[in-house]
């Protein structure tokens, strides 16, 4: 499956976007999802993940009541709703599906990943 990421961009403190990941090629309704973020000259870190089926959801303690992971397994959607931006949020936001079908917050459980978006918040 092909994941694209979109809905980056620019944004001021304190505003919200949401990034989409459309899966294209076959369903990935049986594969936990998740995102991750690279900041610049930092490594990709985990941000937050969901189980194929949008029953349990994990977030980095970083977004934790900040952000929401959500999807829509009957469009191949994958969804990360982010409030209360900080400059500190600023990376390039990937969209990643999991060899399994539980939530990880490990990059290494992840196989298939979009191409990233980028996010940047301004002060």
């Known amino acids: 499956v092909q994941l694209q990421a979109s809905g980056g961009g620019l944004v001021q403190t304190g505003g919200s976007l949401r990034l989409s990941c459309v899966a294209s090629?076959?369903?990935?309704?049986?594969?936990?999802m998740g995102w991750f973020r690279q900041a610049p000259g930092e490594e990709r870190e985990f941000v937050a993940s969901?189980?194929?089926?949008?029953?349990?959801?994990y977030y980095a303690d970083s977004v934790k009541a900040r952000f929401t992971i959500s999807r829509d397994n009957s469009k191949n959607i994958l969804f990360l709703q982010m409030n209360s931006l900080t400059p500190e949020d600023t990376a390039v936001y990937y969209c990643?599906?999991?060899?399994?079908?539980?939530?990880?917050?490990?990059?290494?459980?992840?196989?298939?990943w979009g191409q990233g978006t980028l996010v940047t918040v301004s002060s």
């Open positions: 090629g076959r369903r990935f309704s049986n594969n936990g």
């Open positions: 969901i189980t194929w089926n949008g029953g349990r959801r």
């Open positions: 990643a599906e999991s060899r399994f079908a539980i939530a990880s917050s490990q990059a290494s459980d992840y196989t298939n």
